[in-house]
């Protein structure tokens, strides 16, 4: 049997069976911010009060950004991150640590097309828009990055800083 077809039997197999499938070097509910509480926070509460943060993801003169790239949030804090991507490619927002960013980033390089619509990231379109509601529950300095291979080496990272 080809690697594709094996592929697509084990997929059906776990939708017929309620088993969860998770990407290759993934378990189910890891890596992606699933866990209800993080060493940067946990998914908001989207009925509750937020306060309301705008991020513009753009490219210009070979350069790749988020404005802001860097941010103060108080412990305890519920963000509304309303995402706005400007530029002409896809370009995705992903919240973690750095470490867990730069871990991610690597297994993005093997799997490109890797889409995130977590609670801690969303990918977008040109010209589009999205929303993560979070929650930062501990003091620290985390990251926002996006981890499309190239992206965030061409500067488009950005700093929380928890307080």
């Not at 509910?29 to 940067?40: F, Q």
């Not at 960013?101 to 890797?114: A, C, G, I, V």
Request: net charge neutral; with cysteine.
């Amino acid at each position: 049997m080809k690697l594709t077809n094996l592929i697509a039997a084990f997929v059906a197999l776990g939708l017929f069976t309620g088993v969860a499938v998770a990407a290759p070097g993934h378990k189910p509910g890891e890596g992606h911010g699933h866990a209800d509480d993080t060493a940067y926070g946990k998914p908001g509460d989207p009925k509750k009060p937020a306060r309301i943060v705008q991020i513009v993801f753009r490219e210009d003169d070979g350069k790749m950004l988020f404005l802001p790239n860097n941010l103060k949030v108080k412990k305890g804090e519920q963000i509304r991150f309303q995402l706005r991507n400007n530029g002409v490619l896809d370009h995705e927002f992903v919240v973690a640590t750095v470490e867990e960013n730069l871990k991610h980033m690597k297994e993005m390089e093997k799997n490109p097309d890797m889409e995130h619509d977590d609670p801690n990231a969303k990918r977008l379109k040109p010209k589009t828009t999205g929303e993560i509601v979070w929650q930062f529950t501990k003091a620290g300095t985390f990251d926002f990055s996006c981890l499309i291979p190239g992206h965030r080496q061409a500067g488009m990272f950005g700093t929380i800083v928890v307080e």
